[in-house]
């Protein structure tokens, strides 16, 4: 037996309070940031998650000392000697991210040269990183792929551009902006992604020195400076997190209050919550609450009895409805009457985890046509992107197979919710993007252990 298996014995609902903390999607990003800045930077509220873990690695290995801060999840970055790192010290975390791809701008600014290993990340589709590069090389530098990795030089230094990209990418965004801040002149970005987590990148990026301003219709202007300086920065709270708990609380019939959780990020993700029938309140740390005091505030997610009712829906970039929140919330949707449709428009191959489903008792169709809303990028390509969930399915307990991070943490959920004792294998995966899942579980009265 390995200990990267969990019983889980479901069919009880989750009650309680947990807190999520900084944005997996945003504390990587700050994190790299910090490379740009010539003085030491804090970052509070820091998840302990295995992404953490490789970014820190990373700029360890290019001489940025990383130690804990006093607060608890503090991270105090000093990058004042900034210093190249062999391509075997990198290599060692090749496939573990793909926070990896965006030291490249920080590391030419800083070193004038930067190796990236090859990129991990979960498996959902190809993840191409043509943006990138394309973007890269814009800026003036010099991309060489190589079987071991990519080797960039920029000979001649980086100047501003103007770029369009052919999909708002959160990740090539935030290429952009980690480059054009030092770059010289000035950088205009069309169509690039502006979702919360790029909104406080910039926002970190602006306490550094950098002069970049948001337009309407997803344009981006970076005035490029010569210089930074570190920041303080408490990060945005984790919504994916908070989502999936969400959707925890309605797959086992529930109550979860997640502290941290802010409104303002979730307002789709509540919107589609309500229309299931899931019901929520917002426990605004700013708003006065009679005979409370000193709390902090969050969402309070529950399961108000009765069924739930079938909806349908798209991914898609921000504003709308987050691919992350995709796979927990079709664990909910299982137990909701009528047919629900979900059609995924960020990544061609995000459904693959609904076999499992099916394989506990769920009926899950999944197709190549886009179902409801816009046709798009992935339509007659091929790709079973759209998926028609009939419910409520009473669901069973099965032994399952973590595949990546969110499917992962829906599989979990669908655990939790069914009759009798699963196995699930490979839940250290979920340490990738969930901090303490597992005490967490604690809190909430699931009733799993170690096998
Ligand atoms: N794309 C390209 N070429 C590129 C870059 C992206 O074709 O060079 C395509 C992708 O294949 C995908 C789409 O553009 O179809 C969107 O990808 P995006 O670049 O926006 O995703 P990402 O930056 O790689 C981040 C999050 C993901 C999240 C997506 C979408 C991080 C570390 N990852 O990925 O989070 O799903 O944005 O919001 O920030 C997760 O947390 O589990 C996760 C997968």
């Not at 990138?132 to 920029?154: C, N, S, W, Y």
Request: net charge negative.
């Amino acid at each position: 037996m390995t200990d990267d298996v969990l019983a889980v014995h479901g069919g009880a609902p989750l009650h309680g309070q947990i807190r999520v903390r900084g944005a997996k999607n945003l504390v990587s990003k700050a994190m790299v940031a910090a490379l740009l800045g010539e003085t030491p930077s804090r970052l509070f509220d820091v998840p302990a998650i295995r992404d953490v873990e490789v970014v820190r690695g990373l700029l360890g290995l290019h001489g940025v000392k990383v130690s804990d801060g006093a607060d608890d999840g503090e991270l105090v970055m000093d990058p004042t000697n900034v210093e190249s790192a062999s391509s075997d010290e990198i290599n060692v975390h090749a496939g573990s991210s793909r926070i990896p791809i965006l030291f490249c701008g920080p590391l030419l600014h800083r070193l004038g040269h930067a190796f990236i290993p090859d990129l991990g990340g979960c498996h959902i589709g190809p993840r191409p990183i043509d943006f990138h590069i394309q973007a890269l090389r814009q800026f003036g530098a010099i991309v060489d792929k190589t079987p071991e990795g990519m080797h960039l030089t920029a000979p001649n230094g980086l100047h501003g551009t103007k770029l369009e990209l052919p999909y708002p990418s959160v990740g090539a965004t935030e290429q952009v902006l980690l480059t054009a801040v030092r770059a010289e002149g000035v950088t205009e970005l069309r169509n690039a992604a502006i979702e919360p987590e790029i909104i406080d990148l910039i926002c970190v990026l602006q306490k550094m020195g950098a002069i970049i301003t948001v337009h309407t219709d997803r344009v981006i202007e970076i005035l490029g400076v010569p210089k930074l300086h570190g920041y303080h920065h408490k990060p945005i709270p984790d919504r994916i997190e908070a989502a999936s708990w969400a959707a925890a609380a309605l797959a086992t019939r529930g109550e979860i209050e997640v502290l941290g959780a802010q409104q303002a990020d979730m307002m789709t993700f509540l919107n589609v919550f309500r229309s299931i029938g899931g019901q929520f309140e917002v426990t605004d740390a700013r708003v006065p609450r009679p005979g409370v005091t000193g709390v902090e505030g969050g969402i309070k997610f529950w399961h108000p009895g009765g069924e739930l009712q079938a909806v349908a829906l798209e991914t898609d970039v921000h504003p709308g409805f987050m691919t992350d929140w995709q796979q927990p919330l079709v664990v909910a949707l299982t137990q909701a009457r009528g047919l629900s449709i979900m059609h995924e428009t960020v990544y061609e191959q995000r459904l693959g985890y609904t076999e499992a489903l099916n394989s506990m008792g769920a009926t899950i169709q999944v197709y190549r046509d886009c179902l409801g809303g816009t046709p798009c990028r992935f339509g007659r390509r091929n790709f079973k992107h759209s998926a028609v969930i009939a419910g409520p399915s009473k669901l069973h307990a099965a032994d399952l197979v973590i595949p990546d991070l969110r499917a992962g943490f829906s599989h979990l959920i669908a655990a939790l919710a069914a009759e009798g004792t699963s196995r699930v294998y490979g839940v250290d995966l979920i340490n990738r993007g969930y901090e303490d899942f597992e005490g967490k579980l604690a809190a909430l009265g699931a009733h799993v252990e170690r096998l």
